[in-house]
């Protein structure tokens, strides 16, 4: 740690003091890179000389604009996009169904592998003893085929889950190949029996905390049989079934001994108890994932850091936790070229981008990103939120996805906006509920929120209703007027959550890196919650 902290940390926060100077040697760098590709000549990349040159001669892009460059220079090898052939591709979910492979050349790849370090570092700062034990990461699969012209493609996840350190990787309790299994209960199950076994967990790190508390809930339900499963070894069924691996899970006598004495409190089981030596648990503590962190919270003893994952998304990584203590994070700005868009609650002109040095404290902003992978003026689709400054640099945080964002009869409302005021009435009305999601009916001219939960009072409805009217004066308005109709809760049975999420999996999430969307049009949400109505 200490040749990291003298060889990138401490040139990381030298940068830190001169960002707007960072980023326009990085743009000059990747224009100068990429000015002989395609790309670089139609958009004249030899003669541009600054950011207000490069946004003059480039708009504002999403993938559907480049993704037949992108194809075509992985099936040719011709330099379209990229000076040089991408060795990787991360593959997501597009917005025309088609999937989207975003290309990783050599170099992002080893930025990776340096960002990993970076983070590592900042953990062993923070967090006295963090690995000290053993680690259990939960990721997507690095590699999960191959495209027409050879190239690899897989998840983001993946590559961060090999991009660890290696002296970090050697404490996984995981085996190889285990994140790879197609059955999801079959590899939830064998999750749990290699977690259960861990007697000195320290780590624990997946971006979604929602598989977390699926793990547990795995864990709580099958307890006698995982402890069964680690008593008999290779030859349990839960081991057995496929030959992932064949080594036996090594489980001590003593911690038999231990697992054997919670069996019967299995179903009120908390991380806690498992692994009373648990230091952290790494994951996204921003946007819809904060609602999931007060329940994460008390499964956990006081002495657990719960360490913000940071802004992380297919294209690239947005920014590093720099205070894992205080969760500041801050925009990867050696790396990215980023262009921010303020987020304006009304309906006025929106203004055009602004760079880092621009952003101001508590402001919302959509996110654009240029790379050096071919992305340029890149649309992320996402609203982060100004939290505060580290040096000179911003720190920011998720707030949303930004087709969280729904338009009925003008009133322009947020995912985030619906977040706070369901949660709010939530608790004053003493309920936990962790799934729910609000569709916007246009053609009702109304919102339905689903909600997987036994029953809430009566009120339940316009207390959400008048919560949404007091932070959107549009909405507010429109249902004055009566253009808005008023909102509705609908009740769905239990596993209603369990189901929505296979079914994104099935239709291309990651379980790994499951986002569950909270405010959506009808035609944006394939899920049929008619059959799953209480």
Not at 207 to 235: C, D, M, Y
Not at 333 to 352: L, M, R, T, Y
Not at 412 to 431: F, M, N, P, R, W
Request: charge should be negative; hydrophobic fraction near 40%; include cysteine.
């Amino acid at each position: 740690m200490r040749l990291i902290r003298d060889r990138e940390w401490l040139p990381l926060l030298a940068h830190t003091e001169q960002p707007e100077a960072i980023q326009c040697q990085l743009l000059l760098s990747i224009l100068a890179s990429q000015r002989n590709t395609q790309f670089g000549r139609q958009h004249g990349f030899a003669s541009l000389r600054s950011y207000e040159e490069f946004s003059r001669a480039v708009p504002v892009l999403g993938f559907e604009d480049l993704r037949e460059q992108i194809e075509g220079q992985e099936q040719s090898g011709e330099c379209l996009l990229n000076a040089e052939q991408p060795v990787h591709y991360v593959q997501t979910s597009g917005t025309t169904g088609k999937p989207k492979h975003l290309p990783m050349v050599r170099s992002a790849l080893e930025w990776i592998d340096q960002y990993q370090r970076l983070f590592a570092f900042a953990q062993w700062a923070g967090v006295p003893g963090i690995y000290d034990g053993q680690v259990l990461v939960i990721a997507g699969q690095t590699v999960e085929g191959q495209l027409p012209g050879g190239a690899p493609y897989g998840s983001m996840s993946g590559l961060m889950n090999e991009a660890l350190p290696q002296a970090i990787r050697r404490k996984s309790v995981l085996p190889e190949g285990i994140l790879s299994v197609a059955d999801v209960r079959l590899k939830y199950l064998r999750i749990a029996a290699c977690a259960v076994a861990a007697e000195a967990l320290s780590v624990l790190a997946t971006p979604n905390p929602s598989t977390i508390l699926k793990l547990l809930e795995v864990i709580r339900s099958e307890f006698p049989h995982l402890v069964e499963a680690l008593t008999v070894g290779p030859r349990h069924p839960i081991f057995s079934q496929s030959a992932v691996w064949a080594e036996p899970i090594p489980v001590s006598a003593h911690r038999l001994a231990y697992l054997q004495t919670l069996t019967e409190h299995a179903s009120t089981l908390d991380l806690a108890t498992l692994w009373p030596g648990l230091r952290a648990v790494i994951t996204w503590t921003g946007g819809n994932c904060g609602v999931l962190i007060p329940k994460l919270r008390t499964l956990l003893s006081q002495e657990t850091a719960v360490i913000e994952m940071g802004y992380l998304s297919s294209e690239c990584l947005g920014s590093l936790n720099v205070d894992v203590r205080e969760n500041r994070c801050i925009p990867t700005f050696q790396e990215h070229v980023f262009e921010f868009i303020e987020v304006k609650d009304d309906d006025g002109h929106a203004p055009g981008p602004v760079l880092l040095g621009d952003l101001r404290q508590g402001q919302k902003y959509q996110v654009l990103v240029t790379t050096r992978s071919g992305l340029y003026r890149y649309a992320m689709n996402d609203i982060v939120e100004v939290t505060g400054w580290f040096n000179r640099v911003p720190t920011i945080q998720f707030v949303q996805k930004g087709k969280g964002v729904t338009n009925i009869t003008g009133e322009k409302l947020y995912e985030h906006q619906v977040v706070e005021a369901v949660d709010t009435v939530l608790k004053a009305s003493g309920i936990a509920c962790e799934f729910y999601v609000m569709l916007a009916d246009v053609h009702a001219a109304g919102y339905t929120l689903y909600l997987e939960q036994a029953a809430v009072p009566s009120s339940f409805s316009c207390k959400v209703d008048e919560q949404l009217t007091r932070m959107n004066v549009e909405y507010e308005a429109k249902r004055e007027s009566g253009r808005l109709q008023p909102l509705r809760a609908v009740l769905l049975r239990p596993g209603t959550a369990e189901a929505y999420r296979a079914h994104c999996v099935a239709r291309g999430q990651r379980d790994a890196q499951f986002k569950l969307i909270r405010l959506q049009y009808p035609h944006d949400c394939s899920f049929d919650f008619s059959q799953h109505l209480r």
